[in-house]
């Protein structure tokens, strides 16, 4: 009986995260070829990911350069991929998300006729250029793809208004929340000391994130100045930053949280230890697209700042809110949540609308069962 050839591709450390459930789900799939490529559009980060879920790429195009453009990673991952393919043949090519090693993937799969498979499909905006360039990647990746994996019905609701046809989008839920199961544990020791120390049951601990390229400068400036000040005026609150690498969000960082001993700013920490934190923290302040899903797992209230959102279903369920880039708002509702605790509730119990763990298991039966039809065929 002939195998179904299925290569995986990604490059980042969400995507990674976000694939490898599946990866693990398809390594005991015997009616199933798992073809490993990574692209290493980030390195370092990435490789944290592989180490974790034990994961052993079959190939690694290590195309990371200090200072790299958009158009250099394109053309970079493109013509190594166009290599891969055409040597290994795949059925399907599976991508997930929306960054550009996502388009790049299903555009050299698309040059070879390679079907594809594209996780997390159906996440819109509505602003082409924010979050940039992820939505132009993941509208120009749905474009190409023959097996939309949307995580909700909202995802799906998108792409049937976009003119997908209906018989080619799966409900799936998603693999985040697999992929939380791996990590997060009650008795998780830090590396860092600092972190093991923090009192978590009385204070309130503000996990906070921010990297988006349209937030740098003034939005993320009233982002840390609302954190900041909320931070000085109440001694219960503790707040641990892990910096992003660029440049500029740590030269915004350095100056607004000079000199308050209550932010905890920290090198950036690799999923495993993330997760945990953000499963001990109070709340969460974000203008990541991945934690909107995470942090409603494991009962963490989201602030999410940033103007708009591709995931409207924690806002709508109740677990995130959209509070924008404006210092005045940012304080308001970090100090609601900080002082209210009917409203820290409500949202903390909300529902979380982003799966239960079986993702990943739903896409494998999805690619079997479309896949073998077609082999056969």
Request: glycine content about 6%.
């Amino acid at each position: 009986m002939s195998k179904l050839k299925v290569m995986t591709v990604f490059g980042t450390r969400p995507e990674g995260i976000k694939m490898a459930p599946i990866i693990k789900v398809m390594e005991k799939t015997c009616e199933i070829e798992n073809i490993i490529c990574i692209t290493a559009q980030h390195r370092e980060m990435l490789d944290q990911v592989l180490n974790l879920f034990e994961i052993q790429p079959h190939y690694d195009l290590n195309i990371f350069k200090p200072g790299q453009s958009l158009t250099e990673i394109t053309v970079r991952a493109l013509e190594g991929l166009e290599r891969v393919i055409e040597k290994e043949k795949p059925h399907v090519l599976l991508v997930q998300g929306d960054t550009s090693t996502v388009f790049a993937g299903a555009l050299a799969a698309f040059y070879q006729k390679v079907k594809i498979g594209h996780v997390e499909a159906g996440l819109r905006s509505g602003n082409l250029y924010s979050p940039y360039p992820e939505e132009a990647n993941r509208k120009l990746t749905g474009i190409l793809t023959d097996f939309h994996f949307a995580p909700t019905k909202t995802n799906r609701d998108n792409l049937l208004k976009e003119g997908y046809p209906e018989e080619k989008i799966f409900i799936t839920g998603n693999t985040v929340i697999d992929a939380l199961q791996y990590a997060v544990r009650e008795d998780y020791t830090f590396d860092l000391q600092l972190l093991n120390d923090i009192d978590y049951q009385n204070k309130k601990v503000i996990l906070l994130t921010s990297h988006r390229r349209e937030n740098i400068g003034k939005p993320m400036e009233n982002i840390f100045k609302a954190v900041n000040e909320i931070a000085l005026k109440n001694e219960d609150v503790e707040v641990v930053f892990p910096i992003h690498l660029n440049p500029k969000v740590r030269e915004i960082a350095n100056k607004v949280f000079h000199g308050n001993s209550r932010v905890h700013l920290i090198e950036p920490l690799d999923y495993e230890p993330f997760t945990n934190l953000m499963a001990k923290s109070y709340l969460v302040v974000t203008d990541s697209g991945g934690l909107q899903e995470e942090a409603p797992s494991l009962g963490k209230p989201v602030l999410v700042v940033r103007r708009e959102t591709e995931r409207p279903e924690g806002i709508e369920a109740g677990t995130a809110k959209l509070v924008g880039t404006d210092y005045e708002n940012i304080y308001r509702e970090i100090d609601i949540l900080i002082k209210d605790e009917g409203e820290y509730k409500m949202m903390a119990n909300a529902v979380n609308p982003y799966g239960d763990g079986k993702a990943s298991e739903r896409i494998v039966d999805i690619l079997l069962k479309h896949g073998m039809d077609q082999l056969e065929g």
